[in-house]
Each structure stands twice: as C-alpha cells, then as structure tokens.
C-alpha cells in the first residue's frame, strides 16, 4: 500500500508540473467554504496536495481497492482521530482549569 500510494502521489505531482492535471478548486473557493463552514464539498471530495485521493475511474479493479484502504485509512487517521485527540486535550484543559480563559484555534482539515 505504501508503494502504490508513494507511485500514485508522484503520478499526481508530475501531472501537476506538466500542466495535464490541475487542481480542482482555488484559493478563494477554500475561503469560501472555510467562511460558509463547508470544507467538505471542497476538501473532502477532491484531490488535495496533503491527501491525495488515489480512487479513480482509470485504475483496474485491484489497484482501485488498494486505494479505497488508503483513502479510508488516512480519513480515519488524519482526520478523525486527529478531532478526537484535539477534542479530548480541549475537554481536558477546560476541566482542569475551570476558571482560566483559552484561546483555540483549529485548521480546516
């Protein structure tokens, strides 16, 4: 799985540099949404350059399932148990000084 999603990444990146894939959304689309509160159409449903999304309609049937397992894996981990583990520390710090004031800040994904 490594190696398909390293082969896959550096297909994306030469395709990028070679002007035969562009990325689908552009900065001011990102603030958009990040300002409307709906990264998920943007984010989460196209490629991006910190989590490539290795499904396409091109790659044979084996390679797509490869790259569904990477593509769920790295949801779990990069986005679900990244909020889980900034949530508990967030909790945890509220509980734990009850009477202090916290400034959070959080990125969009």
Known sequence: QVVFALN???LQQESLRAGSFQIPYTTEDLI???NCGDLSSIIFN???SQVPNFVNATLPA???MTA???DRYFRQELIYK???RMGRR????LEEYPDKS???AFGAG
């Open 32 to 34: 958009k949404h990040y």
């Open 68 to 70: 569904q397992e990477i």
């Open 46 to 48: 196209h490629d991006t």
């Open 82 to 84: 990244r909020n889980q």
């Open 102 to 104: 916290f400034f959070f």
């Open 90 to 93: 967030v909790k945890d710090l």
């Open 8 to 10: 896959q990444t550096l």
């Open 62 to 64: 084996h390679e797509r």
